[in-house]
């Protein structure tokens, strides 16, 4: 196979296909143990096959709630109307549903809201829809094809302390 990239590229995906498709078949028994899957790390130039047991995602936790990056909180953006929550609304979603006080939010590289924001542009920005201050402050368009946003938070506890929360999946169409 050296030096011949065409079928070193077969066989890579033909390889790595097989070893998805293994994998998948316990997905699909319902193998619930972590112990039963395997990483697979494969160099063919040596040959060179290593298979190790993946490790559990780290856990975070706030309040008795334990989430690891895998896990999401899950915002339906619109109302019964077909309205779209501003800003505010999400706030006191947050508030009443998780008891969480949202201090910074973002979503990609802009910053929709912070607490240390200019009074006037608070009160500005937690009036507007939340798709609308995306497309304002970021200055493009969503697509029409997008349904929902990644949104990142930065919340306080009951105690005003800093916890760390999954991110949010907003779906606003």
Not at 31 to 52: D, M, Q, R, V
Not at 102 to 113: D, F, R, W
């Amino acid at each position: 196979i050296a030096g011949k990239i065409i079928p070193a590229i077969a066989t890579t995906t033909a390889l790595v296909s097989g070893l998805v498709a293994l994998e998948l078949y316990k997905i699909v028994q319902g193998n619930k143990k972590l112990e039963t899957y395997k990483n697979g790390f494969i160099n063919l130039a040596l040959p060179f096959f290593a298979f190790s047991e993946p490790i559990k995602a780290p856990a975070n936790k706030y309040y008795d709630v334990e989430f690891t990056l895998w896990d999401r909180f899950e915002v339906n953006g619109l109302n019964e109307a077909g309205e779209e929550m501003t800003l505010k609304q999400l706030f006191d979603y947050f508030q009443n549903k998780h008891e969480l006080e949202i201090t910074m939010i973002s979503q990609g590289v802009c910053m929709l809201y912070s607490f240390f924001m200019p009074p006037a542009k608070m009160k500005e920005r937690l009036a507007m829809k939340v798709s609308e201050a995306v497309e304002k402050i970021s200055k493009k368009r969503i697509k029409p094809y997008v349904k929902a946003l990644v949104l990142e938070l930065c919340c306080n506890d009951k105690e005003g302390e800093d916890v760390e929360v999954p991110y949010v999946r907003y779906r606003f169409r």
